[in-house]
């Protein structure tokens, strides 16, 4: 894909989030977008954001398929949480890439990955402490326990 088209790409792609989470909103609300996280048209690389342009560059057509829609998952999380939906089915994107999981892993991919973290740093193993705390938390908040 060359450049000028992967950067209109990028516009519809803000301009889609735009129309689903921000349509309904009075015209003073601040928007804040996803799209801002994950994509800058800049042609230098910015570091700022998940997929700079020219990381994108690089890209197959399925891997680019592929963000488009943890992009798309991250819209929908982000409106289901500004407008205080439960999240029983709906896992939290930034938990799950912490885990190097894509959006949409199963419960059971979840328990793996986390099987395998535990193993990695539970202090009985030589890990480290402090990251057992984190990789608990995160598994938490992903199987949606309180603790």
């Known amino acids: ?5 992967l950067k209109r790409k990028l516009r519809q792609l803000k301009k889609a989030e735009d129309k689903i ?8 609300f601040s928007k804040k977008y996803v799209w801002d996280e994950y994509f800058s048209t800049k042609l230098i690389d910015d570091m700022t954001v998940k997929y700079p342009i ?27 949480k500004d407008i205080g939906l439960d999240f029983d089915v709906i896992q ?3 938990v799950l890439d912490y885990f190097g999981l894509s959006p949409g892993a199963s419960v059971d991919d979840i328990k793996k990955k986390f ?10 193993h030589g890990g480290n402490s402090e990251k057992m ?7 938490n908040r992903l199987m949606n326990k309180d603790y």
């Open 1 to 5: 894909m060359d450049v000028g088209k």
């Open 92 to 94: 939290d994107p930034n």
């Open 21 to 28: 989470r921000f349509e309904y909103v009075d015209e003073g």
């Open 115 to 124: 099987r395998e973290l535990a193993k990695k740093y539970h202090p009985d």
């Open 133 to 139: 705390i984190e990789v608990l938390d995160a598994y």
């Open 54 to 80: 020219s990381k994108l560059l690089n890209l197959h057509k399925q891997e680019l398929k592929e963000v488009f829609e943890e992009y798309f998952y991250s819209v929908y999380f982000q409106k289901y």
